[in-house]
């Protein structure tokens, strides 16, 4: 991490967007790295930027002329992105220090004054693919490890749904807005980088899985599989792991409530083992 | 129950994602393909609702029909009308399973599914979820192929992108058959052939062709431009859907849905050239709310071609822009917080941390953007048989069939030409084709064509893969040939990387593939998009031709063996120019105006000549490079109209009284 940046306060960043000058010019620090194995390197790019430039923006601006500050010619940049309006969590990166997606990051707000600097390093806690782009399969895996899906019985026309009320809508809407981009994994002290894929069923399923659950716990067909659910998030790697440092709420771009979601997950995990003990099975 | 025959499927969209469902079900082997995971397609980007007839409106005199006819109207008749009738009549359907999937869809205070107004519709027949319907779709959707993964029904080949259709008697014209793909993965670079008995192209629309637009990164159009050159047709390219309402950006446009109009959203601008107040204080009687005084009947809600021309002529040629900028206000200000935040909360968010203005306090600045593509691969349908005494699609029992009980209704259910390219085996889903939408495609018709797609004529796919001879015993040269080509292909490019990791010297903006990107998208948004005229297209060529040269010496800046985005978006570049030449070269020759496709020098609509679908064939042997013809337009249901939405005169020097009468009625 780099000590001389900082992640500007909600109220800092409404200040930088008004003082920021157009027509600057920014440095971009950017950690990079060639593939697995290999050493990281930090390379710096003077950027002069457009009106409503963001960090996506400026790594474009880097491909089409990836000149470090020192003159040299060197590789652009490899990041991962897509729909560049937040909702697919595919540019997910540390930039000075704290883990956002990288198209809502507005230069304006980071990086308002002429010179100033702004950090990008890939996630610390998926191993690195190249440069930004870090491999999130764990992620998935973990998806599948707590069942967030709903039972259906086959795609054919078998009429509607069940019927919902509006708050309880409301509820899975909010829940279902998580878009799987691991900010919460990245800011979890109890999550941390595995290489290995075998131990990954054993490790913390993290925040957003165990919100899922629970979005599927809430809905008519899906609570079919609560169960499962609730076993595989009693066992090691669960809901018990959270050691409620409750970072992962506060880097949430959609502000999705998990600290309520873990403590839901907590209270039915408790209900349910209490239950097997007296069934005893 | 797992069959020899297996099928491939590239894109994990919504339309794919359904066709994998629907095809596993039959009990076929699916091989999924996408660039990402499949949770971040750019079908996350839809936002306002999906379309279908509900019991609400089909109380208030709706139908299926009705959207049928809607979604006809709104594309200018250039539509081939059996599979819309087919689409709309499925419709209920995809709601129905979608909610079933545990999609949460906005629910009224009884619990049933809430309904939204929408463009080019006066009945509420938009199903939403938030304003994120279409992440949603996905999210509910994706969770279903699971459960095939686990049985080994189906395999996800994710940051796998596709480089080629493996095809099997090439050249000798109706006899070719898809049997493979060639793909690539993007992270060690391994390029290697997959083999199948059908492949559905499931890989969206081409929205990069035009540099900044409402899509996704990935949505380059280069899995449709190799389909094109490897023999597919590609159909109507001239349609190009340019949203009305987006965010200006330095990166791309981000969309603003059309749901904020369809919840009261108004487009106005100041009466008064050069009005800077803070829009707040400009009095009702000084805004010119120019589209509900055009349209009364439809006001903000005409359909989106004719918002986009409105907008653009407010501020392109008569200069009436906010600020003198091009760009309009569009106004939610009036309506109450918590009911903005209930039904649009996500897309508000969007704007307010893009633009730093709240849109519940301040009204929204936007301007047109490259949105969709109506036009897209050339895909077959097999007409259905209408017998009146076994109910078809929703159409209950007793009902009157809304047209003559003749034979040419819609699709028949199954049958293997349905979506099927002019290539056996080859299929073509969602965005990626050109079925449903004609010149304009209805706002929240989208989703449904994608899914409906993936659905219905994934049954198809699964029956055409059963009777084909599997392609293991096709000889391995075939499928060597198409890797070898890929392989050389990406050596040339890595080969030429210069610059850094590959030899010396400062980059040279001229060979850059970002660079060559970026002018293609300047050019091609300046001259094939809103208003276009011979003149602009021809020069417009020039300038592709120009960037088609200059890429054949492109510089790749990275020769790394691993992980080369570089690679993989420079093979792109070269294929975007030769679909953004086939669109240039289609614009050109439809000497009219329909939907979309507007032409200065050619203004009014002529059946006589154009209501044909266009038909680009790649002939890289001519010096033209692409062929164009047309194909009769199948408009046996609906006779086409005058597609006007009624609209009237407006002037914003007019009167504020008269104004007002208009705005409110």
């Known amino acids: ?281 | 129950m797992s069959s020899q025959q297996r099928v491939i499927i590239v894109g994990g969209g919504l339309a794919g994602l359904a066709a994998a469902v629907r095809v596993a079900e039959q009990g076929l082997p699916v091989d999924l393909f996408s660039m990402v995971p499949v949770k971040r397609s750019h079908s996350v980007c839809a936002q306002g609702g999906i379309n279908a007839c509900n019991e609400v409106a089909r109380q208030q005199g709706y139908s299926e029909y009705q959207h049928f006819d809607e979604t006809i109207y709104g594309g200018d008749y250039l539509a081939d009308q059996p599979p819309v009738l087919e689409m709309a009549n499925f419709a209920p359907k995809v709601i129905d399973l979608l909610a079933r999937m545990g999609e949460p869809f906005n629910r009224t205070q009884e619990g049933f599914r809430d309904l939204r107004l929408f463009g080019g519709s006066l009945f509420k027949r938009t199903h939403f979820a938030g304003a994120s319907t279409g992440q949603q779709l996905l999210y509910a959707l994706d969770e279903q192929p699971r459960r095939y993964e686990a049985e080994g029904l189906v395999n996800k080949y994710e940051f796998w992108e596709f480089l080629w259709p493996i095809l099997e008697g090439e050249g000798e014209g109706d006899d070719a058959r898809a049997v493979g793909i060639v793909a690539q993965d993007m992270r060690t670079m391994q390029v290697r052939s997959f083999r199948s008995e059908a492949v559905v192209m499931a890989t969206g629309g081409c929205g990069l062709v035009f540099g900044q637009s409402t899509n996704s990164v990935i949505c380059t159009g280069g899995a449709a431009s190799r389909c094109y050159q490897a023999g597919a047709w590609y159909a109507n390219g001239e349609m190009i859907q340019v949203h009305p309402t987006a965010i200006p950006g330095a990166d791309k446009c981000r969309l603003m849905s059309e749901s904020a109009r369809g919840e009261g959203g108004r487009v106005w601008v100041p009466r008064k050239q050069g009005d800077t107040r803070d829009p707040r204080q400009i009095a009702e009687a000084e805004r010119w709310y120019f589209l509900e005084e055009k349209y009364p009947a439809y006001g903000n809600l005409v359909p989106r071609d004719i918002a986009t021309r409105e907008i653009f002529d407010v501020c392109v040629n008569q200069h009436m822009g906010v600020d003198g900028e091009n760009q309009v206000y569009l106004d939610l200000t009036h309506k109450p917080r918590e009911y903005l935040d209930r039904k649009l909360g996500a897309i508000l968010e969007i704007y307010e941390k893009f633009a730093g203005d709240d849109p519940r306090e301040m009204p929204m600045k936007i301007f047109p953007a490259v949105h969709y593509s109506m036009g897209g691969l050339w895909t077959t349908y097999k007409q259905g048989g209408y017998e009146p005494s076994s109910p078809h699609g929703d159409h209950k029992p007793g009902m009157l069939p809304p047209v003559d009980p003749e034979p040419g209704m819609g699709m028949r259910q199954g049958a293997i030409e349905n979506s099927m390219t002019n290539i056996n085996g080859l299929y073509a889903f969602g965005e990626v084709n050109f079925a449903y939408h004609g010149a304009t495609r209805l706002g929240a018709n989208a989703l449904l064509s994608c899914i409906f797609d993936g659905l219905y004529c994934g049954m198809s796919v699964a029956n055409y893969a059963r009777e084909q001879q599997p392609s293991a015993q096709l000889p391995s040269e075939t499928f060597e040939r198409a890797v070898r080509q890929e392989e050389d292909k990406a050596k040339r490019l890595t080969e030429s990387a210069g610059g850094a990791g590959g030899g010396s010297g400062a980059p040279d903006p001229e060979t850059n593939p970002y660079q060559i990107a970026k002018e293609m998208g300047e050019e091609m948004t300046a001259a094939c998009t809103v208003v276009k005229t011979e003149e602009r297209l021809e020069q417009c060529l020039d300038t592709v031709g120009q960037l088609r040269e200059r890429f054949s010496r492109v510089r790749l800046g990275d020769s790394a063996a691993w992980s080369n985005q570089a690679l993989s978006f420079a093979r792109s570049v070269g294929d975007m120019l030769i679909l953004a030449e086939s669109i240039a070269k289609t614009s050109l020759a439809r000497r009219e105006s329909r939907g979309s496709h507007y032409r200065l020098d050619y203004p009014e609509r002529d059946d006589s000549q154009f209501l044909r679908t266009t038909i680009s064939a790649y002939t890289p042997g001519d010096s033209d490079g692409h062929d164009v013809s047309y194909r009769d337009v199948d408009t046996g249901l609906v006779i086409p109209r005058a597609r006007t939405y009624g609209k009237v005169e407006s002037d914003p020097k007019a009167g504020a009284e008269k104004k007002e009468t208009a705005a409110t009625s």
């Open chain 1, 1 to 281: 991490m780099v000590a001389d940046v900082h992640v500007p306060s909600e109220s800092e960043r409404h200040e930088n967007r008004r003082k920021a000058q157009p027509g600057r010019t920014i440095r971009a620090k950017i950690l990079r790295c060639d593939g697995p194995g290999q050493p990281s390197h930090w390379e710096s790019f003077d950027v002069k930027i457009p009106r409503g430039a963001n960090v996506i923006s400026v790594l474009q601006q880097i491909a089409r002329n990836p000149v470090t500050v020192e003159g040299k010619t060197t590789t652009p940049p490899v990041w991962d992105s897509g729909c560049l309006e937040e909702v697919c969590g595919a540019c997910t990166m540390v930039i000075n220090g704290q883990v956002r997606q990288s198209c809502s990051c507005l230069m304006d707000e980071y990086a308002p004054g002429e010179g100033d600097v702004i950090t990008l390093e890939p996630m610390s806690k998926f191993p690195v693919i190249r440069d930004l782009w870090v491999d999130r399969e764990r992620l998935f895996h973990n998806l599948k490890r707590v069942k967030a899906w709903v039972p259906i019985d086959g795609s054919y026309d078998l009429g509607a749904g069940p019927r919902e009320g509006p708050e309880l809508q409301s509820v899975r809407y909010k829940l279902s807005e998580c878009m799987s981009c691991g900010c919460c994994l990245e800011a979890c002290p109890q999550f941390t980088l595995e290489d290995d894929a075998s131990k990954w069923d054993d490790s913390f399923v993290g925040a957003h899985a165990i919100s899922q659950a629970r979005l599927f716990n809430e809905h008519d067909t899906g609570k079919r599989l609560k169960k499962e659910r609730l076993d595989e998030l009693m066992g090691q790697g669960g809901v018990s792991d959270c050691g409620n440092a409750q970072n992962c709420v506060k880097v949430c771009p959609k502000h999705i409530p998990l600290t309520e979601s873990i403590a839901a997950i907590g209270r039915a995990v408790t209900v349910h083992s209490i239950a097997k003990f007296f069934r005893g099975s």
